[in-house]
Every structure is written in structure tokens, then in C-alpha cells.
């Protein structure tokens, strides 16, 4: 029994709960619905099936699912009796969930040495946005172009070549990876996310948001409970927002994208809050208080606020409720953190918008200004959050010289 990415023999008593596993699979990395379920269904026809284990326990993590700890145990009892390959996948991918730093090095000699694994490639790389700092571009591109020649026209590899090509400033080339994988698996919510970042990178709002009503009206309901179906709408109502149509884009924000509504985890949940609320007052200049919903999901990622993306979006929605006080718990939380240039970064952003929101527009400038291109990729995230915060600068720059 052979699994489709990696050619490896699976320790698994069942083809069934083998194809089941395979097609979870490929809901995971498409960011689909229905993985949870398939894997499930795996675990049940054979409940030794140590890579669904570990794959549930990948799902359970990304989605903040309660119990996930215990896909972990499970994972980790049942890898003892099965494949050197497969322990080293699940210790890997197990290691990436738990603990990035100390396992980034060795996940990079495993895909060295098993290139087809990923889900391994995937999560490394998306760790790297998130955590890799100023050359986490190259970084990603260099890891998805290194497994190229294994996984060829494997239309997951493809849409995360492409994006990773894209986010590189290499947009022809990214879109012409990614529209390849949308052909192959054209229902796929990781890819029409990918295309959309980059249609939002050229700024073609229109394009894009023609391109995401089509997707959503073929795939839509197929899709409704994927994970990243939020933030597939969360890029339509961005659209609908910067072709000035703003009434739609915060019905379309309140009905799949807010904290209570979207399908997305806890951390792009709060990108997607932040970045829209956020967005939307320095357009609009009308503050709102932020929801309960809103509330409760700044203290559910709360211990995180040392981290720069983190830190940029809980205080953007504080910002966008003129709630100096919530800006200044974020500054006083930050602050106690240990010294280092996370902490002097998310510092920085805390700062800048808690001058804008209090009118220091000179201050908040000077600030932003001073920040390098390596620091506003060390932000995390995508390009969509350096768009952010050169919006963020502009808008300071612009209420400074009217002054």
C-alpha cells in the first residue's frame, strides 16, 4: 500500500482506512472540509494507523480543536510499531506543531531525504511565514523549488510553489504554478486563496473579486466548512472594500469572516478580523467598538502578543475602537517581554497606531518610517500584511501634512 506523495509502504491493517487517509490527505493540504471526518473514519477501522493519527492531530491543532493532545498520545504510541520513515514523519510533523525552533533543522534534513512528504514541506514552510524574519521569501521559495523534481505536477506542490513564487515578487510565474493547480483541483480552497493574495499584490480588486464570485458559486457549497473558506470570503469582501463598496464588504465581514462566523483558525481568524476592522477605519475614520465576539478572540490569542503579527492585529482592533486603553495593555505586555527584535518590532506597530488613533501623526510617521524592508517581512504573514502597514504609513503621512 503505497502513499500517494511519498511512495512509501504504510503500517496500516486496512486499504480502506489507507485510501481514507490518502484522501484526507489531500483535503488538508487544499484546506477542504471533511478532512477531520475522513480521518476519523481511518482511526476507526484500524486505531493503530499512526500517520492519521498524527494528521488528526494536525487538523485538531490548526483549528484550536479541545482534546487534540490526545490524536498526539495516540499518534505517538502507535508509531513505535510501525516504519522508520513513518516515525520519523510523525515525530517531524509532530515536532513542527509543538516546538518549530528546535525542529526546523531536522525537518529540513528529512525532506532532504523524503522531498514527496508534504505535509511535512507544507507545514515548515507555512511556520516560516509566520516565524522565518527577514529572509523567510527565499527561504520558503528555495524549499518548495528543492522537492520540485519529486512532486512534479502534484497540484498541492504547485499552488505552494506558486504562492511561495508570488510572495517572492515573482508574480507571472507564481500565477501560471497556480492556475496549473487550480486546473487539476479546480475546488481546492488553497490555491483560489493563492491566486487571490496575488491578484490583491497587483492590485486588481475587480479582477479578483469577478474571479472569487465564479469560484464561490461553482464550489461555494461544497467548500462552506472548509478551513480556509473564511478567509476566501475574508479576500472578497477586501475586494468589494477597495472598489468602494463598502456596505457589501462588511455584510460579507460579519457573516463568514468575524471571529463567530469563519471556518478559519485562531490565527488567521484574528488576521482576517484585524486586517478588515482595521483597514476599514483608516479608510472610513469612524472608530466602532469591537463585538464580543471580537473581544473574546483577542484574548484567546492572547499569549501571544510578544509576536509582531500578533501584535499588529490586536492592536489594529483596539485602534480601529479608539480603545486607548487596549493599546496601551498591549504596549505594557509587550514591554515585559524578554528584549529582542520581535519585541522591538511589535513595539513599533503598538506605538505607531496608538499615536495615529491619539493624532501624533509626525510621531507615528517617524516611527513607521524607520522600520526596513527585512523588518516589515519579519512582521509574518504575507505580503497582505506589509500592504497593511504601508496603508497604515500613508494614511500618517497624509493626516501629518494636513496639519
Known sequence: ????????????????????????????????????????????????FALAAAARYFVAQDVGEPGAEAYRERAELAVQNATEWEREHVEVLIGLID??????????????????????VS??????????????????L????SVEAALKDDWALLARLGFAASEAGQRKRGRELIERALAIRPQALYSIHALAHLLHDEGEAEESAQLLHDWLAIHGAGAREGQMY???????????????????????????????TTTCGPVLTLADCGGFLLRDYLKSGQANPLQPDVVRHIEHVWSMIGHPFIALHVAGLYASAEDTAGLERCRSAIAAKPAGANRDLALALVSALNDYVQADYPRATQTLSALSEGARISIGGSNVERILVDLLEKRCQAASAAQ
Not at 124 to 131: H, S
Not at 233 to 256: F, N
Open 1 to 48: 500500500m503505497l502513499e500517494s506523495r511519498t511512495g512509501n509502504t504504510l503500517t496500516c491493517q486496512s486499504a480502506q482506512a489507507a485510501d481514507l487517509y490518502q484522501d484526507a490527505i489531500d483535503l488538508i493540504l487544499g484546506s477542504e472540509s471533511g478532512a477531520a471526518e475522513a480521518l476519523d473514519r481511518a482511526l476507526a477501522l484500524d486505531e493503530n
Open 99 to 120: 516546538n518549530f525552533q528546535a525542529t526546523q533543522a531536522r525537518a529540513l534534513d528529512h525532506i532532504a531525504t523524503s522531498p514527496a512528504d508534504l505535509l511535512v
Open 123 to 140: 507545514k515548515l514552510a507555512g511556520n516560516l511565514f509566520f516565524y522565518g524574519g527577514a529572509t523567510k521569501l527565499e527561504t520558503v
Open 142 to 145: 528555495a524549499i518548495f523549488e
Open 230 to 260: 473564511g478567509h476566501v470570503q475574508w479576500h472578497l469582501a477586501l475586494s468589494e472594500w477597495q472598489m468602494d463598496e463598502r456596505d457589501a464588504a462588511m455584510q460579507r465581514y460579519l457573516r463568514y469572516c468575524a471571529p463567530d
